[in-house]
C-alpha cells in the first residue's frame, strides 16, 4: 500500500506563491488534483517516474511546475501568480501506469489532501 502524505498548502493573497510537498516511496507516475467547494475534482498536474515528462492542465499552464526528487521520494508543485479560482483542496496522486493521465480513474493511490486559499 502506497502512502501518500501532502504538505504546504495554507492561506495566500492572489498573485502570491506555494510550494506544495508529496511524500510518496515507489515507483510511480504521479500527479495532482484539487477540489473545489461544489465542484467535481479536477486534474492540475502530472509528473513521469523518470524522464521529467509533464501535463498540466490550461488553467494553470505557466503559472504551476510540477517536479520531483526521487532521492527524496518527494513530488512538488509550485504555484505562481495565485488567483481567487486556484483555492481548492489539492491531492496527490499516484499511479502504476507510464501515461500521464489526467483522468481520476487512472490513478490508484490518494492522499488525504491539504488545503490553499487564495484571498482576494
Known amino acids: 500500500q502506497v502512502q501518500l502524505v501532502e504538505s504546504g498548502g495554507g492561506l495566500v493573497q492572489a498573485g502570491g506563491s506555494l510550494r506544495l510537498s508529496c511524500a510518496a516511496s515507489?515507483?510511480?507516475?504521479m500527479g495532482w488534483f484539487r477540489q473545489a467547494p461544489g465542484k467535481e475534482r479536477e486534474f492540475v498536474a502530472a509528473?513521469?517516474?523518470?524522464?521529467?515528462?509533464?501535463r498540466y492542465a490550461d488553467s494553470v499552464k505557466g503559472r504551476f511546475t510540477i517536479s520531483r526528487d526521487n532521492a527524496k521520494n518527494t513530488v512538488y508543485l509550485q504555484m505562481n501568480s495565485l488567483k481567487p479560482e486556484d483555492t481548492a483542496v489539492y491531492y496527490c496522486?499516484?499511479?502504476?501506469?507510464?501515461?500521464?493521465?489526467?483522468?481520476?480513474?487512472?490513478?490508484?493511490?490518494w492522499g488525504q489532501g491539504t488545503q490553499v486559499t487564495v484571498s482576494s
Open positions: 496522486a499516484a499511479r502504476r501506469g507510464l501515461q500521464l493521465g489526467n483522468a481520476i480513474l487512472e490513478y490508484d493511490y
Open positions: 515507489g515507483r510511480y507516475t
Open positions: 509528473i513521469s517516474w523518470i524522464g521529467g515528462a509533464t
